[in-house]
């Protein structure tokens, strides 16, 4: 069974005892630094806990400390901005890195990669993946400094599309698809309906709106087509056009219309 955890901003709430209106979105301070382009959390951790930040006039020393909206943030006396716009970055991920923050085989990470080449303006903000790619799979990972964007594209509620070519072993048929069009019974449950197309010897082109863990690979074996390769053409209306390792910015029209994220006022 699974147990919500008590997000870290509700844990300090409550450990401060804010008393927020019914319907207030609070904040934590960390996170508000990071996700507005002042400075990436541990970097924020670490000049909170120097006594650098002050909120309302008193220095702050609690990086979870809650923010709300109209509270005076400072940093070294100076007036910050919290308010942000969602940013989207359009990642094409290469082989053998991983979706994660550190790695202990050495590989690297995504993170890493892309602070290679994040465009000039864009270093100070704290970036999430939005969902994970495996170490092998190549191709369109989404980064973003909000994050409720990536709660918007990973929950298989807002049924985003991600499109996937796969190189499998076995002959690609209609018999072998139709299970994956209709829905089949994994371990951890059944999956939706997929649109699945050979799209040559050994090519399968899946497109999925969940993402569970390992789930196209799961489902190509469960249907006899181990997957020696894997690459993400699409997500949602945003197809990959930038080369391997390289990113761009998405337009704020793009993050609207081809991902069908609205901005919360
Ligand atoms: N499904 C997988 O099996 N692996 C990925 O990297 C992404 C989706």
């Known amino acids: 069974m699974s147990r919500k955890r008590t997000p870290k901003w509700l844990q300090a709430a409550r450990a401060s005892d804010a008393g927020f209106a019914p319907g207030e979105k609070p904040d934590w301070l960390t996170r508000a630094l990071a996700r507005s382009g002042h400075m990436p959390q541990a970097e924020a951790q670490v000049a909170i806990r120097a006594g650098r930040v002050s909120k309302n006039g008193e220095v702050v020393r609690e990086p979870m400390a809650v923010v709300r909206a109209g509270d005076e943030i400072r940093l070294d006396g100076r007036r910050l901005a919290l308010q942000a716009a969602t940013r989207v970055l359009l990642f094409h991920k290469p082989a053998g890195v991983v979706t994660s923050t550190v790695d202990p085989e050495g590989g690297g990470t995504v993170f890493e ?4 080449v994040l465009p000039p303006g864009l270093e100070r903000y704290g970036w999430h993946a939005v969902g994970r790619l495996d170490r092998n799979t190549t191709g369109l990972l989404l ?40 829905g089949i019974t994994l371990d951890d449950g059944p999956t939706r ?15 999925i709106t969940e993402g569970r863990n390992h789930q196209v690979k799961r489902m190509l074996a469960a249907v006899g087509l181990p997957v020696r390769a894997l690459h993400r053409e699409a997500v949602g209306e945003l197809v990959l056009d930038v080369p391997e390792g390289q990113v761009r910015e998405l337009a704020p029209d ?11 006022s």
């Open 113 to 116: 990669r892309l602070a290679a």
């Open 143 to 182: 980064f973003t400094n909000d994050e409720r964007f990536v709660a918007h594209a990973t929950r298989p509620e807002s049924h985003l599309p991600k499109r996937y070519l796969a190189l499998v072993q076995g002959r690609v048929d209609d018999e072998r698809l139709e299970p994956l069009r209709r």
């Open 193 to 207: 309906p997929a649109v699945a197309v050979a799209r040559g010897p050994g090519e399968v082109e899946l497109t």
């Open 254 to 264: 793009e993050i609207a219309s081809r991902l069908g994220w609205r901005q919360e």
